[in-house]
């Protein structure tokens, strides 16, 4: 996820397109530039870091031009390096673009190009793109643009300029946001409504396969195929802050919203029918085969996903896997026997129990992978290789979408490694492969069905509110997503929470278990459901008020619950994908009703990067 904003009017480019990028930080921030036409060339100004960096150069000496794009950058393909940075040009610097999204067939579009002679100066996607138009250009900056995209595959929002034609912009849309803004003889681009509010409040939102030609003139859309495209803008009433936030009221209830699109993203271009392709991943089938143990050690969240990864692993490869906190690995004394891999799972990549017990196994011996959010972060400088989980920038300190994107790399690699060992027949492979490529779908579907699984959790949210203690409970997969279920509650409402597994309870906790006490039970694991409902029954004959979490053609569990949280149905392996979406929902909810700073809650900081 990163930040474009292009400029066309009569104000020098560059002023106008930092102070939007300033507004599109929420979007990443790792690194971010500008290209302006200026007298014939084109001027470009990029910095790794935060943009102030940016703001610096373009303080020391800013192109004058008015026209121009900027970026910045949340890094998906390369690290935060200066030569990463967008926007990228072609050699002969008479071609620039900003691009956000992932294209898909990178790869051999990369390898075409390199045998036609091409020489690359970063490691990313979007140059190909700029390649293509250079290569496509015979005069007309627009059909360039049409004819390279058409080559390309993925999500993307691009915006284009040529020295050839100083005064236009081009800009396509298809899957990653892109926004006009109209103001008084002058035409705004820009990935969110926050970066045009300084500037105007009449706005088009394009939509997939749409094209923008801006000329200080004109503003001719059309689709990709030619036709032309009639869409009225409007006016925008919401505050740049609200306008951040997508319109949520926090950060933690927007990215929540979001993880359908990351669960996209984390599959695009790795899956083909049940091939799975991970670009950072060098290993070879040999070493899949000989795999002998899995570790997997974390911390918060990026455990709880491990956690759901162990019962994964274990269960679908039949190779030995365990779970360990870093911070209690790091102060062991591991045995590391050949032939094993560690995931090392972090969403900053920068948590330094992680770190330290990630580099543990490696000294041992271990072939470290990194599962990682943040490109170029500390973990993957020493990691052989790396899984780029493809959330964007998480602001919540409460994790949520990085959580989600953490098992869908998870599933890939089990679903690799599987067909490699044999053990993952083509029908199964073909089951997982399908049942990955549906939830994007099954995950928006429940947070827009009619009923509204946020209004639900919302009406339970109320009600836990006035809680002390709250229990969550399952076996196996649900377990796992009930430990995520109750950090996500306890870390922002303030209440006491905790997970365990159902058949745990009655060897002690279930003496806590009185009139009305809220137990929170996920039960989607086939094979131990029963057992898990009789665990039910054992706290519902103590008086407890139990929620469970469920799949929608689950018609026994009302039977034994007081309220049931419905989930589409998916194969058992993939349902901590969904299930866990309405508990995150929940814990949302019972914090909001207690009125509390649920984006950054007390005495917690969004990476941990101290012991
Ligand atoms: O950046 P990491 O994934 O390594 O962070 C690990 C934990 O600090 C983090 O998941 C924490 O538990 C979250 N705040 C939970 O929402």
Redesign the pocket.
């Known amino acids: 996820m990163c930040g474009i904003m292009g400029y066309v009017g009569p104000r020098p480019a560059s002023p106008i397109i930092l102070q939007g990028l300033k507004r599109l930080e929420y979007r990443g921030y790792d690194s971010a530039g500008v290209a302006v036409a200026d007298d014939g060339v084109i001027e470009m100004r990029k910095a790794a870091g935060k943009l102030e960096r940016l703001a610096d150069l373009l303080d020391e000496s800013a192109p004058s031009g008015r026209l121009g794009i900027g970026h910045t950058r949340w890094a998906t393909h390369g690290a935060p390096t200066d030569e990463n940075a967008h926007p990228h040009a072609d050699p002969e610097q008479a071609f620039a673009i900003v691009h956000n999204g992932i294209i898909e067939n990178f790869f051999e579009l990369k390898a075409e190009l390199t045998a036609a002679g091409r020489t690359f100066a970063s490691e990313t996607d979007t140059e190909v793109l700029v390649h293509l138009i250079a290569d496509e250009y015979d005069g007309d900056l627009a059909e360039a643009v049409r004819r390279a995209v058409g080559r390309a595959t993925g999500a993307y929002a691009l915006v284009a300029m040529t020295v050839h034609e100083p005064d236009t912009l081009v800009a396509v849309r298809m899957i990653s946001p892109l926004v006009i803004g109209f103001g008084d003889g002058e035409t705004f681009l820009a990935s969110g409504i926050p970066a045009l509010l300084d500037h105007t409040r009449e706005v088009l939102v394009m939509e997939d396969g749409e094209m923008v030609t801006i000329t200080p003139g004109e503003v001719r859309m059309e689709k990709l195929d030619g036709t032309p495209v009639e869409r009225e803008s409007f006016e925008v009433d919401w505050d740049v802050e609200q306008a951040e936030k997508g319109g949520y009221p926090h950060f933690m209830l927007k990215e929540i919203f979001e993880q359908p699109r990351v669960i996209a993203d984390s599959l695009l271009g790795r899956l083909d029918g049940t091939d799975v392709t991970l670009e950072d991943v060098t290993w070879d089938e040999e070493f899949e085969r000989s795999l002998e143990k899995i570790w997997i050690t974390?911390?918060?969240?990026?455990f709880h996903a491990g956690l759901a990864g162990k019962e994964m692993f274990e269960g679908l490869l039949r190779v030995p896997t365990e779970a360990v906190y870093a911070h209690e690995l790091r102060y062991r004394d591991p045995i590391v026997g050949p032939n094993s891999m560690t995931l090392a799972i972090?969403?900053?990549g920068?948590?330094a129990d992680?770190l330290a017990g990630a580099r543990l196994l490696h000294e041992r011996g271990s072939r470290l992978v990194a599962i990682t959010n943040v490109v170029g972060s500390a973990l993957t400088h020493y990691s052989d290789d790396v899984v780029y989980t493809r959330a964007g920038l998480e602001i919540s300190?409460?994790?949520t979408k990085a959580y989600t994107a953490m098992l869908i790399a998870q599933y890939l690699l089990a679903l690799r490694i599987g067909q490699s060992r044999g053990v993952l027949d083509t029908a199964m492979a073909m089951d997982v492969a399908r049942a990955l490529e549906a939830l994007p779908g099954q995950v928006e579907s429940l947070l827009k069905r009619e009923e509204g699984i946020d209004e639900m959790a919302r009406y339970l949210g109320a009600q836990l509110a006035e809680k002390d203690d709250i229990y969550f409970i399952g076996r196996g997969l649900d377990y796992a997503v009930a430990t995520e279920g109750s950090?996500?509650l306890k870390?922002i409402s303030y209440l006491h929470s905790e997970a365990m597994p159902a058949g745990e309870l009655k060897h002690g906790t279930l003496a806590l278990i009185t009139e009305g006490t809220p137990v929170i039970v996920v039960n989607t694991q086939q094979h131990v459901y029963d057992k898990t409902v009789s665990a039910l029954q054992e706290v519902k004959a103590r008086g407890a008020s139990v929620i469970a979490v469920a799949y929608d053609d689950d018609t026994e569990i009302e039977h034994y619950t007081d309220h049931v949280l419905r989930i589409p149905r998916t194969m058992d392996l993939l349902s901590p994908a969904l299930s866990i979406v309405p508990l995150q929902l929940l814990a949302y909810h019972v914090a909001d009703t207690r009125g509390l700073e649920i984006d950054q809650p007390r005495n917690?900081a969004k990476?941990?990067t101290v012991e």
């Open positions: 974390a911390c918060g969240t990026a972090s969403q900053s920068e948590t992680t300190v409460a994790s950090l996500k870390e917690l990476s941990v």
